[in-house]
């Protein structure tokens, strides 16, 4: 009997008549037909510097769906006579892990390898991740992980350590076009597309090769007369969802988009990213929260009036829900955008929080201290405090840091919006503070 987890590729090939998906029938035979991926696979690109020395490493690839990675562990296996396995994290458990980690034992002591390929390995727990090492380090299997999410965030430190991480990306514009002349090829007809519907059609696969060449079969099925534009294909083929995960690696990575286009005063960079977050379905209330953050942070007291309409917008959309209430948040990225930036009262924020943490509980001045009993003007509470309103210009300059710490100056306003004015403000009570001692 077959074991299942004990995959030959030989061994999947259907039997003749058989149908087979196009994305199946142009699957890569050797590496050099792989169609991407130049970073990881060209001559002095890792795997092509591994294989030209005839050293393979453990491996994790770490990319989007669609782009080869389960092509590439293949074909690895095919070009160093390795014997290949695949597994995927989501239906393995660790008595099959245990069948396969034993047939690949048997396999080195008949002088084979064995190159295991992991679909999904983050979804394998800590304890899972920990099986795999013995196995690693004495030479049983050759690890190949693929993830679409980040390693760094997903697999244990004592995996990562004995792999090495290879970024795989999303198919250009230009590899997508390959793919689609590789595919009329294999159909033996060209698609039934003008050029802006062509663009379009590989637009929808969103970087996913697989995801194209399931498009490009069902337009070459169809039945048209002459070739079909834009408008007429969109009518017949449903756009492919875009790529977004409310918790995952692209939710941090567009929120962070976002961040720093407004941090960079892009406003249209901003409210694009703002449209990707949600057209992907995030959550409207954590953008609004997040927003008015950003105008806390980067903007500051140099534009006051920033967290106010980052707050009305927050409250428009929860009196208006959704779609409209977007348009609120919207206008809140572009003011942003546009504010003046300053992270001044950031800095003086976090610079205080350290000192707080570095001087303890050391008690303030005595003489800025109340005094309501007896006993505590006894002890001088409050003795020689200057009152600021009986004070020239209604400052009087005392000290109000403890008495054992050296004055600090956290906030350091920034030449831009109404900073402009708080600054000239803070020098003038430095000056009037050094006239009077």
């Known amino acids: 009997m077959t074991d299942l987890f004990d995959s030959d590729p030989q061994s999947e090939e259907p039997g003749p008549g058989a149908p087979r998906p196009l994305a199946d029938r142009l699957r890569p035979q050797a590496l050099a037909e792989v169609i991407g991926q130049e970073q990881v696979l060209g001559p002095d690109a890792p795997l092509g510097v591994m294989l030209a020395s005839g050293s393979l490493s453990s491996l994790v690839f770490w990319g989007p769906p669609g782009v080869g990675k389960t092509t590439i562990a293949r074909l690895l296996a095919r070009e160093t006579d390795l014997h290949f396995v695949q597994i995927s994290a989501i239906f393995t458990g660790v008595p099959e892990l245990r069948k396969v980690f034993e047939a690949a034992r048997i396999r080195r002591q008949n002088g084979q390898g064995t190159l295991l390929f992991v679909d999904e390995i983050h979804r394998f727990n800590k304890a899972q991740q920990d099986g795999f090492l013995p196995h690693m380090e004495d030479g ?37 076009e390959r793919l689609t002349q590789r595919a009329e090829k294999e159909l033996d007809r060209a698609l039934p597309l003008d050029g802006h519907a062509r663009e379009a059609l590989q637009e929808m696969a969103d970087g996913d090769g697989r995801a194209l060449l399931n498009l490009v079969e069902q337009v070459a099925a169809w039945r048209v007369e002459g070739k079909l534009d834009t408008e007429a294909l969109t009518k017949r083929l449903m756009r492919r969802a875009t790529k977004y995960d409310k918790s995952g690696d692209e939710h941090y990575n567009l929120i962070s988009a976002l961040h720093k286009s407004v941090r960079g005063s892009d406003p249209d960079a901003a409210v694009y990213w703002l449209a990707r977050m949600l057209a992907g379905g995030e959550d409207p209330r954590f953008l609004a929260r997040r927003i008015t953050r950003m105008a806390i942070e980067d903007i500051g007291l140099a534009d006051p009036q920033a967290q106010g309409i980052c707050l009305e917008a927050w409250q428009v959309y929860e009196r208006l829900g959704s779609p409209e209430g977007e348009l609120a948040l919207a206008q809140a990225v572009l003011y942003l955008a546009l504010a003046p930036k300053s992270n001044a009262g950031y800095v003086a924020y976090k610079g205080a929080m350290a000192a707080a943490r570095k001087t303890g509980s050391t008690p303030p001045p005595k003489h800025i201290l109340n005094a309501p009993t007896r006993l505590m003007k006894d002890q001088g509470y409050g003795a020689g405090y200057a009152y600021d309103h009986d004070a020239e210009d209604g400052f009087s300059g005392q000290n109000y840091f403890p008495d054992d710490m050296r004055r600090e100056a956290f906030y350091q306003p920034v030449e831009r919006g109404f900073e402009r004015e708080l600054k000239k403000r803070l020098d003038w009570f430095e000056k009037l503070r050094a006239k009077r001692g």
């Open 140 to 176: 049983t299997i050759l690890l190949v992980g693929a993830t679409t999410e980040n390693p760094s965030f997903e697999l244990n430190a004592a995996l990562l350590s004995r792999a090495q991480v290879l970024v795989l990306e999303r198919l250009t514009p230009a590899e997508l």
